[in-house]
């Protein structure tokens, strides 16, 4: 449960972001919500529903000057982020929009740091990092400014 909620948190500090970018007209990016069918209506706003399809990368926009973005967020209170945390769906179209010349990344928070990492480096971590798993200490090179929203498109180095 705490891990879901510090998820919860962590997705709330980027949609941040992503309204400071477009207030500022870097970037127009859009949380992608789960695809999902209300299957009963039990009053009161609750009901019961169903997935209805794999998920997709948790974030799609485009950057000023036309250029697509799309990336997953992620985030731990452990050590460790696991590559294996994405789906093969979310892999899969990560690598479709890479290829296709956007920008693609995997948005990562372990504990309190906060890193954008370009999809080819978390589709070939075992060849960067020797293992399927990174440290806060392995992405340092990615680690994005934190001002109460994770500034995934501003890198401190």
């Given at each position: 449960?705490?891990?879901?909620?510090?998820g919860h948190l962590f997705e709330d500090e980027i949609k941040?972001?992503?309204?400071?970018?477009?207030?500022?007209?870097?970037?127009?990016?859009?949380?992608?919500?789960?695809?999902?069918?209300?299957t009963k209506k039990h009053g009161s706003g609750i009901f019961t529903g169903r997935f209805t399809a794999a998920a997709e990368p948790d974030y799609q926009g485009t950057?000023?000057?036309g250029r697509s973005?799309?990336?997953?967020?992620k985030y731990t209170t452990t050590?460790?982020?696991?590559?294996n945390v994405l789906t093969q769906e979310q892999l899969n179209a990560l690598e479709d929009h890479a290829?296709?010349?956007?920008?693609a990344?995997?948005?990562?928070?372990?504990?309190?740091?906060?890193?954008?990492?370009?999809?080819?480096v978390w589709r070939d971590m075992k060849e960067f990092f020797g293992r399927k798993y990174?440290?806060?200490?392995?992405?340092?090179?990615?680690?994005?400014k934190f001002n109460g929203a994770v500034l995934f498109l501003d890198y401190l180095r």
């Amino acid at each position: 449960m705490v891990n879901n909620a510090q998820g919860h948190l962590f997705e709330d500090e980027i949609k941040t972001a992503c309204k400071q970018y477009k207030a500022q007209r870097r970037a127009k990016i859009d949380k992608i919500p789960e695809p999902f069918r209300v299957t009963k209506k039990h009053g009161s706003g609750i009901f019961t529903g169903r997935f209805t399809a794999a998920a997709e990368p948790d974030y799609q926009g485009t950057l000023a000057g036309g250029r697509s973005i799309v990336f997953e967020a992620k985030y731990t209170t452990t050590e460790r982020m696991h590559r294996n945390v994405l789906t093969q769906e979310q892999l899969n179209a990560l690598e479709d929009h890479a290829g296709m010349g956007a920008i693609a990344a995997v948005c990562v928070g372990i504990r309190d740091r906060f890193f954008f990492v370009p999809w080819v480096v978390w589709r070939d971590m075992k060849e960067f990092f020797g293992r399927k798993y990174v440290t806060a200490e392995d992405l340092q090179h990615y680690r994005v400014k934190f001002n109460g929203a994770v500034l995934f498109l501003d890198y401190l180095r």
